[in-house]
């Protein structure tokens, strides 16, 4: 709007100053030159002042975002691995030369890492309570997305077998909420890379 | 309903319980950053304040949802773990340094000794965040608390200055006047409630029980005496000790040193960061193998910061020999009753910073414990009767418990709870039994809003306390001027211990000559060994006492007399119903009473 106002006053100047050169005449020169004159000091003036006021800041991430994405939970579910059980380092590096007692030293860094960050955020639990090898008797109804049956299966329940691996499950799932997403990063990193000053 | 709330702010870590009417406390979950983009709720709040460089946070620090502006600062366990990479711009134990006598705990110093920060942040202003972030949880919890249901833990080892500045940060931190209590009571209060009836089966009517507080920094004792009347029992606070900068994180590090040697001697020196990794490392392992008798060694796995972690993890192992050596013997020794901890050399240059204990031998500061216990109870008639008569105190040259609540994580290990209570056997020449049923975790929080309940209600047993220690101010003694010799400073005994809340002590036949208009000081001492002082005692010299705080006063001239001129007062002290201590200057003749403040005493 300001635009086409403007343009459609220049265009007016451009107009009266032509008309002058068309039609010489003393006072109507002198009139269209003090106008022309304001005319343009008025627009130095408004642009100047559109210059010294700052442009409307964008957006700031506010505290209250639209939830994260999904891949934003997820990545920051595998930084949690990384930063206390070192879990993407660990399945990153080549192991082929290393030595088992090697391997063995970082894996219980791994172990103990990963262990407290399953234990902290969810509550684990068997599928099947027992010990493996147990005889385990399926009837007709039972949880069949919880259950994977391996060898000569029948056409229907009931199932007599035995438990090669009790299933891992958690009720709950209490993982920390996600802040500082932006259009920018719309997920965190998985590990900052470290710089250390002296 | 109403509902209770107790705060532990701790040195190391804060908790909050609540407890409604009728039900069992329960612990608030706390909400808070847990790490650099992340929220998330903990038990425990580790108080600890991380200032950000500039930048470092270009999105801003993880907002928690009570925020309106994003803040420059985080505090809790995102706090706690990046500090702890970097030292130089992580404030932590801001607690200890409330009751650190040369240092102005209202002014700007902590980090300490840090060059990183320009505007630092003082011990008054990290307590007073850590509550508002607490009280912000108890209200997404429920209700607003109500000032006269909070109560807020302080070591039993806090002086009048110490209180008075938790006092304030609590003010400030909006919770109005709350009630503090000492933490080994808050402990103790939390085992009552555990136990229910059943408690008076494990302690008995004569008995004398030691709360043996040592947590991951610091290290609190306190004597609670049992004393029965016509069937009912009742509870007496006797003795309580001195602050300890002494604790789990102690041990860890020693075994840390210990380990970190034998790498280097082996070859393999560590770097900062890998020491930080092993000092983790090695409390898991300490705990792995305190709690399996047959573990011979527990494998430490110390991993480098760099991302090749095969081929960068130093191995080695924490064997039990270790763990007895350093953790047991270096701590826990079996020391004799007279054995004193060795004290700081008096005139040797040191820098300064927190008064850590120079000996770590928890059990020789239990000894001196112990000792000066007997020599508070043994100057109070009062106190003698309650601990049941002097026989007690002849057999012995420390005062010894019949039995000991353990608290804080130390003392999950049920190897140091033998320890200690071995020691205490050999000295006693009789067993000394285990309180059974602590919960070493959050017993403090729990405690204190067991305690919020019952101050409401009145429903419960009390432990009969009030003042802990007994307070003087000094006085110049009138005697002819010596060039060279200063007059010799007598103290005047204006509080009792054990002085209640609700009481106050006009202290007559002494009379002090100050000048109005002007600003007057005067020495305040206290003493946790003198519980037979009454007020209105004069002691003929200051040796024995503590001094800890100044008192200043300007009086503005009553009606009748002109600036400048002495007028004579006498000394008041009260002990206000919710436990805080005040001391006025009365002036007879108008009534006109002037309260006395408590100043830092700076050198």
Same mark, same amino acid.
């Given at each position: 709007m300001a635009k086409k106002l403007l343009i459609g006053a220049a265009g007016g100047i451009l107009v009266l100053n032509v008309g002058i050169l068309v039609f010489p005449d003393p006072n109507a020169t002198v009139a269209v030159e003090i106008f022309s004159a304001l005319c343009g000091m008025a627009f130095l003036f408004l642009g100047a002042r559109a210059e010294a006021q700052p442009a409307r800041p964008s957006e700031p991430a506010s505290v209250c975002l639209a939830p994260p994405r999904p891949e934003a939970e997820i990545i920051a579910f595998l930084a949690l691995l990384q930063e206390h059980g070192r879990l993407v380092d660990f399945a990153r590096?080549?192991?082929?030369?290393?030595t088992d007692a090697q391997v063995g030293a970082a894996a219980r860094v791994v172990h103990a890492g990963c262990r407290k960050v399953l234990d902290e955020y969810f509550d684990i639990q068997p599928v099947?309570?027992?010990?493996?090898g147990d005889r385990v008797a399926l009837e007709p109804g039972y949880d069949a997305a919880a259950h994977r049956l391996l060898g000569m299966v029948p056409d229907r329940p009931p199932y007599q077998g035995k438990l090669l691996h009790p299933g891992w499950m958690s009720p709950s799932v209490k993982l920390p909420r996600i802040t500082g997403i932006t259009e920018r990063q719309p997920w965190p990193v998985i590990a900052p890379a470290e710089v250390e000053l002296r | 309903m109403s509902s209770y709330l107790g705060i532990d702010l701790g040195t190391s870590n804060c908790a909050v319980a609540r407890a409604a009417a009728e039900s069992c406390p329960e612990i608030l979950q706390i909400t808070q950053a847990v790490s650099a983009n992340g929220i998330g709720e903990k038990a425990l709040l580790p108080s600890a304040v991380y200032l950000p460089a500039e930048g470092e946070f270009p999105e801003g620090t993880p907002a928690l949802p009570w925020a309106k502006m994003p803040r420059g600062w985080v505090l809790g366990t995102f706090a706690r773990d990046r500090g702890s990479l970097q030292p130089d711009r992580l404030i932590v134990s801001a607690k200890s340094w409330l009751?650190?006598?040369?240092?102005?705990? *209202? &002014?700007?110093?902590?980090?300490?000794? *840090?060059? !990183?920060?320009?505007h630092k942040w003082s011990p008054l202003e990290v307590s007073r965040q850590l509550l508002e972030h607490l009280i912000e949880i108890s209200k997404s919890a429920g209700d607003a608390p109500d000032a006269g249901h909070v109560v807020v833990t302080v070591p039993a080892s806090f002086d009048e200055t110490a209180r008075g500045l938790t006092l304030e940060a609590a003010q400030l931190a909006g919770l109005g006047e709350v009630t503090l209590l000492e933490e080994p009571q808050a402990a103790f209060y939390a085992w009552l409630e555990s136990q229910g009836p059943g408690w008076r089966k494990q302690a008995r009517a004569g008995d004398l029980l030691l709360v043996c507080d040592v947590g991951g920094g610091t290290a609190d004792f306190s004597l609670i005496a049992v004393t029965g009347r016509d069937g009912e029992l009742s509870l007496e606070r006797v003795a309580v000790g001195e602050h300890l900068l002494l604790g789990g994180d102690n041990m860890d590090l020693a075994l840390a040193h210990a380990v970190s040697e034998k790498l280097a001697a082996s070859g393999k020196p560590l770097d900062e960061w890998q020491f930080l990794a092993l000092v983790q490392a090695v409390r898991s392992a300490k705990e792995a193998l305190l709690s399996d008798p047959a573990l011979a060694e527990a494998p430490l796995a110390i991993p480098s910061r760099s991302s090749k972690l095969i081929a960068s993890t130093a191995r080695t192992s924490l064997t039990r020999d270790e763990v007895a050596d350093i953790a047991i013997n270096g701590f826990f020794p079996i020391c004799a009753p007279e054995e004193m901890p060795a004290m700081r050399r008096a005139g040797g240059i040191r820098e300064s910073g927190l008064p850590y204990a120079a000996d770590a031998a928890i059990s020789k500061h239990l000894a001196r414990f112990l000792t000066r216990a007997k020599a508070n109870v043994s100057s109070s008639p009062h106190l003698l009767d309650v601990i049941g008569g002097a026989e007690r105190i002849a057999r012995s040259p420390l005062l010894i418990p019949d039995a000991v609540l353990f608290n804080g &994580?130390?003392?999950?290990a049920a190897a140091l709870r033998r320890r200690v209570l071995e020691l205490l056997s050999q000295w006693a020449g009789d067993p000394v039994r285990e309180l059974e049923g602590a919960q070493a975790d959050h017993a403090v929080a729990l405690g204190a809003a067991i305690y919020a309940r019952l101050r409401a209600t009145g429903n419960g047993l009390r432990i009969? *306390? &009030?003042? !802990?220690r007994s307070y003087y101010i000094g006085m110049e003694a009138a005697s002819l001027a010596v060039p060279g010799r200063r007059p010799v400073t007598k103290a005047l005994c204006v509080a009792p211990q054990g002085m209640e809340e609700g009481t106050s002590h006009a202290i007559v036949g002494q009379v002090f000559f100050l000048y109005t208009g002007e600003v007057s000081e005067f020495r305040f001492f206290h003493s946790e060994v003198r519980a037979g002082d009454r007020p209105g005692d004069l002691l003929p010299g200051v040796s024995e006492l503590e001094e800890s705080a100044h008192l200043e006063i300007a009086i503005p001239p009553p009606p009748g007399h002109e600036p400048g001129e002495e007028v004579p007062v006498s000394v008041e002290t009260q002990v206000t119903e919710l436990g805080h201590l005040e001391l006025f200057f009365v002036h007879a003749p108008t009534g006109d009473r002037w309260k006395l403040e408590f100043h830092i005493r700076m050198q």
């Amino acid at each position: 709007m300001a635009k086409k106002l403007l343009i459609g006053a220049a265009g007016g100047i451009l107009v009266l100053n032509v008309g002058i050169l068309v039609f010489p005449d003393p006072n109507a020169t002198v009139a269209v030159e003090i106008f022309s004159a304001l005319c343009g000091m008025a627009f130095l003036f408004l642009g100047a002042r559109a210059e010294a006021q700052p442009a409307r800041p964008s957006e700031p991430a506010s505290v209250c975002l639209a939830p994260p994405r999904p891949e934003a939970e997820i990545i920051a579910f595998l930084a949690l691995l990384q930063e206390h059980g070192r879990l993407v380092d660990f399945a990153r590096e080549e192991i082929a030369g290393a030595t088992d007692a090697q391997v063995g030293a970082a894996a219980r860094v791994v172990h103990a890492g990963c262990r407290k960050v399953l234990d902290e955020y969810f509550d684990i639990q068997p599928v099947h309570p027992g010990q493996e090898g147990d005889r385990v008797a399926l009837e007709p109804g039972y949880d069949a997305a919880a259950h994977r049956l391996l060898g000569m299966v029948p056409d229907r329940p009931p199932y007599q077998g035995k438990l090669l691996h009790p299933g891992w499950m958690s009720p709950s799932v209490k993982l920390p909420r996600i802040t500082g997403i932006t259009e920018r990063q719309p997920w965190p990193v998985i590990a900052p890379a470290e710089v250390e000053l002296r | 309903m109403s509902s209770y709330l107790g705060i532990d702010l701790g040195t190391s870590n804060c908790a909050v319980a609540r407890a409604a009417a009728e039900s069992c406390p329960e612990i608030l979950q706390i909400t808070q950053a847990v790490s650099a983009n992340g929220i998330g709720e903990k038990a425990l709040l580790p108080s600890a304040v991380y200032l950000p460089a500039e930048g470092e946070f270009p999105e801003g620090t993880p907002a928690l949802p009570w925020a309106k502006m994003p803040r420059g600062w985080v505090l809790g366990t995102f706090a706690r773990d990046r500090g702890s990479l970097q030292p130089d711009r992580l404030i932590v134990s801001a607690k200890s340094w409330l009751c650190h006598p040369h240092v102005d705990r *209202s &002014g700007p110093v902590l980090p300490w000794a *840090s060059d !990183a920060i320009a505007h630092k942040w003082s011990p008054l202003e990290v307590s007073r965040q850590l509550l508002e972030h607490l009280i912000e949880i108890s209200k997404s919890a429920g209700d607003a608390p109500d000032a006269g249901h909070v109560v807020v833990t302080v070591p039993a080892s806090f002086d009048e200055t110490a209180r008075g500045l938790t006092l304030e940060a609590a003010q400030l931190a909006g919770l109005g006047e709350v009630t503090l209590l000492e933490e080994p009571q808050a402990a103790f209060y939390a085992w009552l409630e555990s136990q229910g009836p059943g408690w008076r089966k494990q302690a008995r009517a004569g008995d004398l029980l030691l709360v043996c507080d040592v947590g991951g920094g610091t290290a609190d004792f306190s004597l609670i005496a049992v004393t029965g009347r016509d069937g009912e029992l009742s509870l007496e606070r006797v003795a309580v000790g001195e602050h300890l900068l002494l604790g789990g994180d102690n041990m860890d590090l020693a075994l840390a040193h210990a380990v970190s040697e034998k790498l280097a001697a082996s070859g393999k020196p560590l770097d900062e960061w890998q020491f930080l990794a092993l000092v983790q490392a090695v409390r898991s392992a300490k705990e792995a193998l305190l709690s399996d008798p047959a573990l011979a060694e527990a494998p430490l796995a110390i991993p480098s910061r760099s991302s090749k972690l095969i081929a960068s993890t130093a191995r080695t192992s924490l064997t039990r020999d270790e763990v007895a050596d350093i953790a047991i013997n270096g701590f826990f020794p079996i020391c004799a009753p007279e054995e004193m901890p060795a004290m700081r050399r008096a005139g040797g240059i040191r820098e300064s910073g927190l008064p850590y204990a120079a000996d770590a031998a928890i059990s020789k500061h239990l000894a001196r414990f112990l000792t000066r216990a007997k020599a508070n109870v043994s100057s109070s008639p009062h106190l003698l009767d309650v601990i049941g008569g002097a026989e007690r105190i002849a057999r012995s040259p420390l005062l010894i418990p019949d039995a000991v609540l353990f608290n804080g &994580g130390v003392f999950n290990a049920a190897a140091l709870r033998r320890r200690v209570l071995e020691l205490l056997s050999q000295w006693a020449g009789d067993p000394v039994r285990e309180l059974e049923g602590a919960q070493a975790d959050h017993a403090v929080a729990l405690g204190a809003a067991i305690y919020a309940r019952l101050r409401a209600t009145g429903n419960g047993l009390r432990i009969k *306390s &009030g003042t !802990a220690r007994s307070y003087y101010i000094g006085m110049e003694a009138a005697s002819l001027a010596v060039p060279g010799r200063r007059p010799v400073t007598k103290a005047l005994c204006v509080a009792p211990q054990g002085m209640e809340e609700g009481t106050s002590h006009a202290i007559v036949g002494q009379v002090f000559f100050l000048y109005t208009g002007e600003v007057s000081e005067f020495r305040f001492f206290h003493s946790e060994v003198r519980a037979g002082d009454r007020p209105g005692d004069l002691l003929p010299g200051v040796s024995e006492l503590e001094e800890s705080a100044h008192l200043e006063i300007a009086i503005p001239p009553p009606p009748g007399h002109e600036p400048g001129e002495e007028v004579p007062v006498s000394v008041e002290t009260q002990v206000t119903e919710l436990g805080h201590l005040e001391l006025f200057f009365v002036h007879a003749p108008t009534g006109d009473r002037w309260k006395l403040e408590f100043h830092i005493r700076m050198q």
